[in-house]
């Protein structure tokens, strides 16, 4: 089993680029299904989901190929079937974003029900209340989702809750349904503009993303364009999290510092000096951190996806802080990972109370889910000692280059190969 070794203890300090945003990602590749001719996008983060959302259109019979390490050309055209290969599209929750596309393709799809990490239940019922209200018929059968429809109508739809998936799957359903589709109560996240943004590019016509209401007038074209991803909002979280616990200096370059705001917020409550630049926010820390409540929320809150990375740095700040989840059930799994490595940590439903030490321990400690990953290694980089995080893929799912990009802020970390596979390797 490959391990993240980690000796605590550094400051970091220096300048980190982040890579695209994996959540627009993951819906855009798709999405390219729909166009009549081949697209290139560009700013794509290398990371294991991102490959495997291409690789699911290589097996449907697109045309992929990668043009250098992070530009990836995609040939929609000799797409033969609209049915998702089990096996790809059950390691990961994006693969449901086929469902969108392949019904504003050819009115047809069949997915299977989505993987990734586990929070709990996912449900798709928002996904499926919009797919109906659009003229479509939906079926499972041996965990595969059929979804079907003689004509996608735009309809008016109200989502009962928040939810970034069905957002963006609806808009990718009615961009050539016929008439106007309204979401109301959609998400507003910043890869919920990205896929609009990608999409009228395509000749789509989508207003009001980035809103609670958008709405989308179906077209019968969509061309193939060049298109650049936004910078991942969470990678850039991530960084700046991992400068403040370490008592750093880093410059987190090509970012959108407006996407960064309820982080930068949290952090300057803590006593972090946060600087913006127009696509750059330097992070620095001189002195002891501060409690902190911490309540997740749809965007503009603060973000579910940096909960696992504010915990760890919430754990070795001083006094009692309170952090509340309100999106996913079950996302305090990490909490007796880093209770291996000395915090204080109560949880109480969706809450934690987590009382500051004044440091952490390294400890052997296992990336329950992919951010709860990002916790470990912050945690690990502050703490004393040696850190080893196992379970790696998850962290792989989402991070580019993360061992790399670390080791260049001067944190003592590598990444270990299992030796029953290949040698040991030691990477910085």
Known sequence: ??????????????????????????????????????????????????????????????????????????????????????????????????IGALLGRCSKAIVPLP????????????????????????????GMIEVSAKELRGAHIYLDMVTVGATMNIILAAVKAKGLTVIENAAREPHVVDL??????????????????????????????????????IEAGTYMAAAAATRGDVLVKNVTPKHLESITAKLMEMGVTVVEYDDAVRVRCDGPLSKCNVKTMPHPGF??????????????????????????ENRFRYVEELKRM??????????????????????????????????????????????????????????????EKFVGLGADMYLMLDPTNSDTAKIG
Not at 122 to 134: N, S, T, V, Y
Not at 303 to 317: F, G, K, V
């Open 303 to 328: 973000p579910t996806d940096m909960q696992p990375q504010i915990a760890a740095l919430l754990s070795i700040a001083q006094g009692t802080s309170i952090l509340n989840e309100s999106v996913w």
């Open 1 to 98: 089993m490959d391990k993240f070794i980690i000796k605590g203890g550094k400051r970091l300090h220096g300048e980190v680029v982040i890579s695209g945003a994996k959540n627009a990602a993951v819906a855009i590749i798709p999405a390219v299904a729909m166009a009549e001719s081949p697209c290139r996008i560009e700013n794509v983060p290398n990371i294991s989901d991102v490959k495997l959302s291409a690789r699911i259109l290589t097996e449907m019979g697109a045309t992929v190929r990668w043009l250098g390490k992070n530009t990836v050309e995609i040939d929609p055209t000799t797409i033969h079937t609209n049915v998702v290969p089990s096996e790809l599209g059950r390691k990961m929750r994006g693969s449901y974003y086929n």
């Open 196 to 233: 609009a943004n990608f999409l009228n590019s395509m000749g789509a016509n989508i207003s009001g993303a980035g809103t609670d209401v958008i709405k989308i007038r179906g077209v019968e074209h969509l061309k193939g364009i060049t298109y650049s991803i936004i910078p991942d909002q």
């Open 342 to 403: 000395g915090a204080q940590i109560t949880v109480e439903g969706k809450s934690a109370i987590i009382e500051g030490v004044e440091y952490l321990k390294g400890a052997p400690v296992r990336a329950t889910d992919l951010r709860a990953g990002a916790a470990m290694i912050i945690a690990g980089l502050a703490a004393h000692g040696v850190t080893k995080i196992e379970d790696i893929e998850h962290i792989q799912r989402g991070y580019e280059d993360i061992v």
């Open 115 to 142: 993987g990734g990490c586990d929070f709990g239940v996912r449900p798709i019922d928002q996904h499926i209340k919009g797919f109906k209200a659009l003229g479509c018929t939906y079926s499972l059968n041996d």
